[in-house]
């Protein structure tokens, strides 16, 4: 028997005076000689002491909640927080025990962040320095019956990476902070879309763990196809007191095993065969079907739900098979849901998972600046069908490889591939983010001097672990990668590419000039969403506005916003306009780039756009925003990801069909003039064959306008509809927009019905302005005269729903100039 008590109740925080430091800070935490002044106003250690304090949580919520900080994601309060990331900070609780008759009592961590010394009675029980691994320090000699304290120390993570660096030497980075000198979550550093908010804290449950005899320390279960058989090797680990055999039962769908540990055994291998199981697959492909497979020492039991499934990498192409299928993944980048991930509940995650997986999505990049996720997050995409691609955590770095460093790496890397072994969702291991084109582009060889720089653990560490830990699954070592060390990294000839250049320097329209085999980022960006701003900002709403461009990370971001214009859309005339018209041009632009690479299949086998979501309220290039709101480019993405995609592509119609079933019917192509008026039709039969990609010639009456400033083409497949114009919309010679347009309540909230009277480009409709809980059901949409279209409204309470109906709610690009 083995009982688990959590220690979550009767912390406090107190910051610990710099004089007192050495007493308590762990070796290593050291102040000596390295660590800036605190840059923001600090409060001195006496100021901050027993603040009650959240377990599972960090300093920074924890202050928050006692009021002592404003919220770091507000105007530009961040700037004034600074010190608590170079403050040393103690966590204490008292607990009564009793002896539960048990042998052994553990203390287990699950997640320490990061640079900390766990005290128990008075006595160090453990000083540990990575935030990616958990811990379990033996304490029934130290457990005393009646009170017990129980003290975390945390020690400034600034203090121990700057320490770090000055005796490792310096290592070039993306960025100016330490950050790949600490094994903690990079982006807590600050990013391009991230504030910097450098945490402390108990981020996840800590406990005491009773057992007696013989404990289930491990479970690594690896799961593959033999042929239509599906089969699981269960390696099992356990730790133990005696020497009497254990018995242990593994089963899963209807098979079972018992096997014995003999005297002395501590591991084994369970392998069981289950014929013909239903496959698990990703969302597009087929269901997800999983089944309970537990695994049973005495009355201990572990349980997972598994999926039968294989993955195959083709590494020339990068492309995924899932149970022999090619698979064109249409991904996502993930980054950190919050910078305080203890904030991150089960709900909030299905929340972003299912916008994903509405999006159309079917993979999740976990980008190696974040984390290793929580179990919740792997178990939800294993649910949803969303396929997770992991990286590990280093990203933008030349990383050292020297001790601490090389224990840490291969400790949370063997600890985190057991751990999500079991999910079918997880297809690949990835070494890391852009290390390797740092190193090999960005000017890192010069500056490193010949000091290491993460080279092994990219090339032989981590392909180490995860073939002897889990050889189900392929290993990549870096994103962009061509498959082989020599070879230039982001070649978009082999492997995967990363596109930057669109962005940071040229037009959405080169996209065009890419065929990648495989794009694992671009992306655009655009502002959060009007209530998101409205909620993070207080003052003046304008593009320039100190506060605004506080919430702006990126080099030159709202220059940028600007000139991703170009000729696409009119130059804005005010915040209003700023805002509708660079999240419509972020949406353009990925819609862009994705419909391009979709129709390049199957050379090109996958797009991941950067980014799916946000950490806290800012401008950046995720599709759905901080406060978890959807941006213009998440029905963008819904679109243009969507299993049927028609596009008109360079005098081209691109139809891509990736779904089981045929795409047949009548292909309809009309010229119509900005009236409306019908000045060439034409139509074919076609048919697309499943899971392919057919482009047929625009005809001479459809692809060579008359006027290409007054024309445009309208294609039809059946539901699916696309209108593109012959130029740019600055050169389109629009009428001023004119529409009739009623909102009436329906169902929870109103339905709001615009019939157009002339052409209206991007119709679109913000009720976020109205109410910061209104949501819409789709947008934008361009209409021809005499066209209608419903929008549906989410909303508790809406004062004057005509509002729906008005600037600056309801928008187009060709409205009338106010
Ligand atoms: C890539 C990513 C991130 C970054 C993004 C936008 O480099 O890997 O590091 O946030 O581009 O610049």
């Not at 909640?65 to 530009?76: F, K, Q, S, T, V």
């Not at 005899?213 to 690896?222: D, I, S």
Request: hydrophobic share 40%.
């Amino acid at each position: 028997m083995s009982i688990y008590r959590p220690l979550h109740d009767g912390w406090t925080l107190t910051a610990v005076p710099r004089d007192a430091e050495a007493a308590t800070a762990p070796p290593g935490a050291g102040t000596a000689g390295v660590a800036a002044a605190p840059s923001g106003a600090a409060p001195s250690g006496a100021e901050v002491a027993g603040v009650p304090a959240a377990v599972p949580g960090c300093v920074h919520t924890d202050l928050l909640a006692a009021g002592i900080i404003d919220d770091p994601y507000l105007d530009d309060n961040e700037t004034r927080l600074t010190w608590i990331g170079r403050t040393t900070w103690r966590y204490e609780t008292a607990f009564t025990w009793t002896p539960d008759g048990h042998e052994r009592t553990d203390l287990v961590c699950e997640g320490l962040d990061t640079v900390a010394t766990v005290v128990l009675n008075g006595v160090t029980v453990g000083v540990t320095a990575n935030q990616h691994r958990s811990y379990r320090f033996p304490v029934r000699h130290l457990l005393r019956e009646g009170g017990n304290t129980l003290t975390v120390v945390f020690g400034s993570a600034y203090d121990y990476a700057e320490e770090r660096r000055a005796a490792l030497g310096d290592r070039p980075g993306a960025y100016a902070e330490p950050y790949q000198f600490i094994r903690k979550m990079a982006c807590n550093f600050g990013w391009d879309w991230g504030p910097t908010v450098v945490t402390a804290g108990i981020w996840r449950p800590i406990g005491l763990e009773s057992w007696s005899g013989a404990r289930l320390a491990e479970v690594r279960p690896l799961v593959t196809l033999d042929g239509t058989d599906g089969r699981v090797d269960v390696h099992v680990r356990v730790e133990r007191t005696g020497e009497e055999p254990l018995a242990l039962d593994v089963a899963v769908a209807g098979a079972a095993a018992q096997t014995w540990l003999a005297a002395g055994e501590r591991e084994t291998t369970v392998t069981l065969t289950v014929p013909e199981p239903d496959l698990w697959w990703p969302r597009g492909y087929g269901g997800q079907p999983r089944h309970d497979l537990t695994v049973r020492l005495g009355d201990q039991e572990w349980s997972r739900r598994i999926g039968f499934r294989a993955v195959e990498l083709d590494r020339e192409a990068f492309g995924l098979r899932i149970n022999g299928e090619p698979v064109f993944v249409r991904g996502v980048n993930w980054i950190p849901d919050d910078c305080f991930p203890n904030r991150v509940t089960r709900e909030r995650l299905r929340e972003r998972l299912t916008q994903a997986a509405g999006a159309n999505v079917n993979l999740l990049r976990v980008w190696g600046g974040g984390l290793y996720e929580s179990d919740d997050f792997y178990d939800l995409a294993d649910e949803l069908g969303l396929l997770v691609w992991q990286d590990f955590p280093f990203a933008c770095a030349a990383y050292p490889e020297e001790e601490p460093f090389r224990s840490e790496v291969e400790a949370e890397a063997r600890e985190n591939v057991t751990r999500l072994a079991s999910h079918p969702s997880l297809v690949l291991w990835c070494g890391n983010n852009e290390n390797i084109e740092g190193h090999a582009d960005w000017g890192w060889q010069e500056r490193l001097e010949g000091r290491s720089w993460g080279a092994g653990f990219y090339y032989d560490l981590l392909p180490r672990v995860v073939a002897e830990l889990d050889p189900t699954r392929p290993y990549w070592p870096g994103s962009p990668y061509s498959g082989a060390p020599d070879l230039p990294p982001n070649d978009p000839s082999r492997g995967t590419l990363h596109i930057w250049d669109v962005w940071n320097r040229e037009d959405y329209t080169r996209y065009a000039a890419y065929r990648p085999r495989f794009a694992a980022e671009f992306g655009f960006q655009g502002p959060a969403t009007y209530a998101t701003m409205r909620r993070a900002i207080s003052g003046e709403l304008a593009s320039d506005a100190p506060l605004v461009l506080h919430h702006q990370k990126a080099i030159d971001g709202n220059d940028k916003l600007l000139r991703g214009l170009g000729e696409h859309l009119p130059r804005p005339r005010d915040f209003d306009d700023w805002h509708y018209l660079t999240q419509l041009n972020q949406a353009r632009a990925i819609e862009f780039g994705v419909s391009r690479f979709r129709a390049l299949a199957p050379h090109c086998t996958g797009s991941v756009v950067w980014q799916l979501n946000d950490c806290w309220p800012v401008t950046s290039w995720a599709a759905v925003d901080g406060d978890g709101r959807r941006k213009p480019l998440w029905y963008a993405l819904r679109r243009v990801y969507a299993d049927r995609l028609l596009a008109v592509i360079d005098g081209e119609v691109a139809l891509v069909n990736d779904s089981a079933e045929p795409w047949h019917g009548e292909l309809s192509l009309v010229r119509h003039d900005v009236s409306g008026k019908v000045l060439a039709e034409e139509t074919a039969g076609v048919t697309v064959a499943p899971r392919s990609v057919t482009r047929l010639p625009l005809p001479a009456a459809v692809a060579d306008p008359g006027d290409p400033a007054a024309e445009l083409l309208v294609a039809r497949l059946g539901e699916t509809r696309a209108v593109s114009f012959y130029d740019e919309d600055t050169r389109v010679a629009f009428p001023e927009a004119a529409w009739d347009a009623r909102a009436e309540p329906a169902g929870d909230g109103y339905r709001v019905t615009v019939t157009a009277r002339t052409v209206l480009r991007e119709l679109a409709l913000f009720p976020d302005r109205l109410d910061p809980g209104a949501r819409v059901d789709d947008l934008p949409v361009t209409l021809l005269p005499g066209e209608s279209a419903v929008f549906h409204v989410t909303a508790g309470n809406l004062p004057d729903p005509a509002a729906l109906t008005a600037f600056p709610v309801l928008r187009c690009v060709n409205e009338p100039r106010r």
